[in-house]
């Protein structure tokens, strides 16, 4: 079957949230590249990655390339499940034969559910599909496939599970379908440099945050890794396929989970003369820092999550805030760029507790930070205690404007008072006369870098002043 990969058109300013799906325009333009596709893409001839969102393609450019294809594998997420099953309906309308898939975190967790929420989806796949989906275009009977959910008239038949796939370096590099099937001119983050790519050197992650969607529903709760050679050998593919790249992101939830590996990776890298990133906790080594640093590491993304130690210890996040302090001033004594992932409305949140992590960012003072309101997908043990707590007040995780909602309530601060803090936290932090001086004089004789600067400047003030008029417009999804 000739299969094609897509994410589907989105809202035009979608802002699901940490976990949703890679596209959301958030704060400033930021589009991730589709990993996750890339691998099945890569192993059948004739296929296609189409990334309506990043591409600026509507729904109907985006029909009118699905007539040459009849496999479709839609990634979704719970956020984006009602445009996804939407965008699945009009498929089938055009071709009552075509076979469509949905994949992706929600329908691992609830594939009986998102089966009856999106009819024109024949079957989904519970967890990783790289091979279940060559199998089925090969021509493979959804009987005989492990991992999947499908209709059997009007039943839905589960299969066994599938295992999860150990020999990583199986299969094929993602750059190379980047390569084939995308623009890289297209996929920006404003904290990496441009032009970027990024992938994965492992999958999965061994820590216990109970509010992280991947582990949880997805990629497992243990790290399993390419081999080091196979990562080198991807990086020198990259780097003569796209000469002008300026920068390398290694995408896994953490890198440095396996420091010895990644001290080794880093002194291969160091003779390719490379820019690159790669995502961290605040556990992470100076002596790990360093090797990184020295091996071309520019930046560095870490989950700060928030600067309450008792809120670190409800969500199990294993570190704590003397960790987070020393992991900076490491960070700031190597010449790293920092780039700082908060959450606000994680449990034990209060008034307060927001005030302090306001402070605490604040004085860790990374180059750059984005803050994001707690989201309990299903699946997560977060979001199983919200049920049992009686927090959630509704099940839309976005306004109908695309906008990420906060859909919980504690006794001691409400949603609507979360909600409004994420702009509240941004003001407080980029509105610093230190941030302000650093941020101009580092834009000084540099008209790219003042150009940039200016463009996401206005794309801020827009996103704030959107999320306060979907406040305004749709309440209900913003208060209990």
């Given at each position: 079957?000739?299969?094609?990969?897509?994410?589907?058109?989105?809202?035009?300013?979608?802002?699901?949230?940490?976990?949703?799906?890679?596209?959301?325009?958030?704060?400033?333009?930021?589009?991730?590249?589709?990993?996750?596709?890339?691998?099945?893409?890569?192993?059948l001839?004739?296929?296609?990655?189409?990334?309506?969102?990043?591409?600026?393609?509507?729904v109907?450019?985006?029909?009118?390339?699905?007539?040459?294809?009849?496999?479709?594998?839609?990634?979704?997420?719970?956020?984006?499940?009602?445009?996804d099953s939407?965008?699945?309906?009009?498929?089938?309308?055009?071709?009552?034969?075509?076979?469509?898939?949905f994949?992706?975190?929600?329908?691992?967790?609830?594939p009986?559910?998102?089966?009856?929420?999106?009819?024109?989806?024949?079957?989904?796949?519970?967890g990783e599909?790289?091979?279940?989906i060559?199998?089925?275009?090969?021509?493979?009977s959804?009987?005989?496939?492990?991992?999947?959910?499908?209709?059997d008239?009007?039943n839905?038949?589960?299969?066994?599970?599938?295992?999860?796939?150990?020999?990583l370096?199986?299969?094929?590099?993602?750059?190379?379908?980047?390569?084939r099937?995308?623009?890289?001119?297209?996929?920006?983050?404003?904290?990496?440099?441009y032009p970027y790519?990024?992938?994965?050197?492992?999958?999965?992650?061994?820590?216990k945050?109970?509010?992280?969607?991947?582990?949880?529903?997805?990629?497992?709760?243990?790290?399993?890794?390419?081999?080091?050679k196979n990562v080198?050998?991807e990086?020198?593919y990259?780097?003569?396929?796209?000469?002008?790249?300026?920068?390398?992101?290694?995408?896994d939830?953490?890198?440095?989970?396996?420091?010895?590996?990644?001290i080794?990776?880093?002194?291969?890298?160091?003779?390719?003369?490379?820019?690159?990133?790669c995502?961290?906790?605040?556990?992470?080594?100076?002596?790990?820092?360093?090797?990184?640093?020295?091996?071309g590491?520019?930046?560095?993304?870490?989950?700060?999550?928030?600067?309450?130690?008792?809120?670190?210890?409800?969500?199990?996040?294993?570190?704590?805030?003397?960790?987070?302090?020393?992991?900076?001033?490491n960070?700031r004594?190597?010449g790293i760029?920092?780039?700082?992932?908060?959450?606000l409305?994680?449990?034990?949140e209060?008034?307060?507790?927001?005030?302090?992590?306001?402070?605490?960012?604040?004085?860790?003072?990374?180059?750059?930070?984005?803050?994001?309101?707690?989201?309990?997908?299903?699946?997560?043990?977060?979001?199983?205690?919200?049920?049992?707590?009686?927090?959630?007040?509704?099940?839309s995780?976005?306004?109908?404007?695309?906008?990420?909602s906060?859909?919980i309530?504690?006794p001691?601060?409400s949603?609507?008072?979360?909600?409004m803090?994420?702009?509240?936290?941004?003001?407080?932090?980029?509105?610093?006369?230190k941030?302000v001086i650093k941020?101009?004089?580092?834009?000084?004789?540099?008209?790219?870098?003042?150009?940039?600067?200016?463009?996401?400047?206005?794309?801020?003030?827009?996103?704030?002043?959107?999320?306060?008029e979907?406040?305004?417009?749709?309440?209900?999804?913003f208060?209990?």
């Amino acid at each position: 079957m000739k299969t094609l990969f897509l994410n589907p058109p989105s809202f035009e300013d979608f802002d699901g949230g940490a976990g949703s799906r890679y596209q959301a325009t958030r704060e400033v333009r930021s589009f991730w590249y589709p990993t996750w596709l890339a691998y099945p893409a890569g192993m059948l001839p004739g296929s296609r990655i189409l990334d309506a969102p990043a591409s600026g393609l509507g729904v109907p450019e985006s029909l009118e390339i699905t007539k040459d294809y009849n496999l479709f594998v839609l990634y979704t997420s719970t956020p984006s499940l009602g445009n996804d099953s939407a965008f699945a309906a009009k498929i089938k309308e055009r071709d009552k034969s075509a076979l469509v898939c949905f994949v992706g975190p929600h329908p691992s967790v609830l594939p009986e559910e998102t089966l009856k929420a999106a009819p024109a989806v024949d079957f989904v796949v519970r967890g990783e599909f790289d091979y279940v989906i060559p199998e089925i275009a090969g021509g493979a009977s959804l009987s005989d496939v492990k991992g999947i959910s499908y209709r059997d008239g009007d039943n839905i038949v589960h299969n066994p599970d599938r295992e999860l796939i150990h020999d990583l370096d199986s299969l094929p590099f993602a750059t190379e379908i980047y390569k084939r099937d995308l623009d890289c001119r297209e996929y920006e983050i404003p904290w990496i440099q441009y032009p970027y790519l990024s992938f994965y050197t492992g999958r999965g992650c061994s820590s216990k945050c109970i509010y992280c969607l991947w582990p949880q529903t997805y990629s497992g709760n243990s790290y399993r890794t390419r081999s080091v050679k196979n990562v080198i050998e991807e990086v020198k593919y990259a780097l003569k396929a796209y000469p002008d790249v300026k920068e390398i992101f290694f995408d896994d939830d953490n890198f440095c989970e396996d420091q010895p590996r990644a001290i080794e990776i880093a002194k291969l890298l160091k003779p390719l003369g490379i820019s690159w990133g790669c995502n961290s906790k605040v556990s992470t080594k100076y002596e790990t820092l360093k090797a990184m640093k020295d091996g071309g590491m520019r930046v560095i993304m870490v989950g700060y999550e928030t600067g309450d130690q008792n809120i670190l210890n409800n969500v199990r996040k294993g570190t704590t805030i003397e960790q987070a302090k020393t992991f900076t001033k490491n960070c700031r004594d190597l010449g790293i760029t920092v780039h700082g992932a908060f959450v606000l409305g994680l449990p034990g949140e209060t008034r307060e507790t927001v005030e302090n992590t306001i402070k605490f960012a604040c004085e860790m003072d990374p180059e750059t930070i984005q803050v994001s309101l707690a989201s309990p997908y299903p699946g997560t043990k977060f979001f199983d205690m919200c049920v049992k707590e009686g927090y959630i007040n509704l099940d839309s995780l976005v306004s109908e404007k695309g906008y990420q909602s906060c859909v919980i309530n504690y006794p001691a601060i409400s949603s609507e008072e979360i909600f409004m803090a994420v702009e509240k936290f941004y003001k407080k932090f980029y509105y610093r006369p230190k941030y302000v001086i650093k941020v101009l004089r580092k834009a000084l004789g540099n008209k790219d870098e003042m150009k940039r600067i200016y463009r996401e400047a206005k794309e801020f003030y827009g996103f704030l002043a959107k999320r306060r008029e979907a406040l305004k417009a749709e309440p209900k999804a913003f208060k209990g």
